[in-house]
Structure formats: C-alpha cells, structure tokens
C-alpha cells in the first residue's frame, strides 16, 4: 500500500482509543508537498466514494472525513433552503460535494453542499457553496473558493450562518444572499434544530405559507 492510499483509508480505532464518552468531531490531516499530479491520484485511488473529502492549495492536501453532526447540519441546511426554493417557485440543482478544481490555479476542494439555480443544464462553477466548519484545522477553503470563482458562499461555524459574496479577486462578508436575495436566513435557521428533518422542512413550509 502506498503512503496515498493510506492517507484516503481511515484506521479502525483500536479500543484504547476510543473513549468513554463519544466525542463527535471531525477527522482532519492535512499533508504538505504534494503535487497537482499527486492530489488527481488521491483522487482516484479514492475514486466515488463518499468520503473522505479532499481539498488542495498550493500543495498542500487536506482529507477530511466529516462527523455525524457535521453531515446534519450541512444536510439540514440543504433541505430548508430546497424547501424555500420550492416555495418560491425557484429552479435549482442541487450537486453535493462536486469536485470542483483548476489546475492553473492549482486549488480544488468538494464543498459540503452547492447549488446552481436557473435553467443551466452544464454548470461550470455552483453559484452557492455551502460549508461547515465543525473542528478546527484544515486549510484555508475560502482562499480555494476565490480562485474557483464560486458566486457565494455560506460558511457555518459555531451555530453562526456567514455569508461571502465574490467581488472581483476577494470575498467580502455579505448581510444577505445575493443568489438568493428574497431569501429570509434568520427565518430559515429558526428551523434547524427541529428533528426529525421532515418535521423541519413540513413545519418551514407551513410557516412560509402562512407568512409566520
């Protein structure tokens, strides 16, 4: 097995190393070094599984497997800003964590979630990423992002929604959505915490109908 290889399979935990109480964090190692060449054979020695997530910046690597409450959140938010969309009558593509990359720029990553809206069958970038910063460590994904041209993105961290917009080379931290102006965030959030999901998405729904 090559030291790649290694690096995309994630280790059965020996029973010392699991603790009393499960600790619900995500699983982040980042390697220094590697070349575009070496980050597109990670990428297919790890070829359509889900996981673990890779990222790449200037050679540095990132392979990040994400917890339970990370896939939650960003799942969550997913749903409630579908069921908006539904409600509004807006188009959208949902496309996951799509490898997105530049060779020229020699920066790549899988977002937790992005979205193109409109009719365009053949995107060439998401017009909104979402991401969930739920451990700390990693590289720098919005220093990726720029470089990618993504429109917006969404960035969760410590219950708290950011939202960057692209201006030009840099991104600049935006009260509201500008993909999706119309949108109500603070309203959408409320809804975060109620499980299961469908309660969420039924009890949103209802209260965007009614105005509440």
Not at 30 to 50: C, M, P
Not at 128 to 136: C, K, T
Not at 188 to 195: A, G, I, P, S
Not at 203 to 209: E, G, Q, T
Request: charged fraction near 30%; aromatic fraction near 10%.
């Amino acid at each position: 097995m090559t030291a790649m290889e290694a690096a995309v399979r994630s280790p059965a935990p020996t029973p010392e190393a699991v603790p009393a109480r499960r600790v619900d964090h995500d699983n982040i190692v980042v390697f220094d070094g590697f070349t575009w060449g070496d980050f597109q054979r990670l990428l297919s020695i790890r070829g359509d599984r889900s996981g673990p997530r890779l990222a790449y910046l200037e050679g540095l690597v990132e392979i990040m497997t994400p917890s339970r409450s990370h896939e939650s959140i960003k799942s969550d938010i997913g749903c409630l800003l579908e069921a908006w969309c539904l409600e509004h009558g807006v188009e959208f593509s949902p496309y996951g964590s799509w490898t997105l990359e530049d060779k020229e720029v020699e920066r790549a990553l899988e977002p937790d979630e992005c979205y193109v809206f409109g009719e365009d069958a053949e995107p060439e970038r998401p017009d909104l990423a979402i991401e969930v910063v739920w451990s700390s460590g990693g590289i720098d994904k919005l220093e990726i992002y720029r470089k990618l041209d993504v429109r917006e993105v969404w960035w969760w961290e410590r219950s708290r929604l950011t939202l960057y917009a692209l201006r030009g080379e840099r991104y600049e931290e935006i009260p509201a959505s500008e993909v999706l102006p119309e949108i109500d965030l603070p309203h959408l959030l409320r809804f975060l915490d109620v499980k299961p999901t469908s309660r969420a998405i039924r009890d949103y729904r209802d209260a965007l109908r009614s105005g509440n």
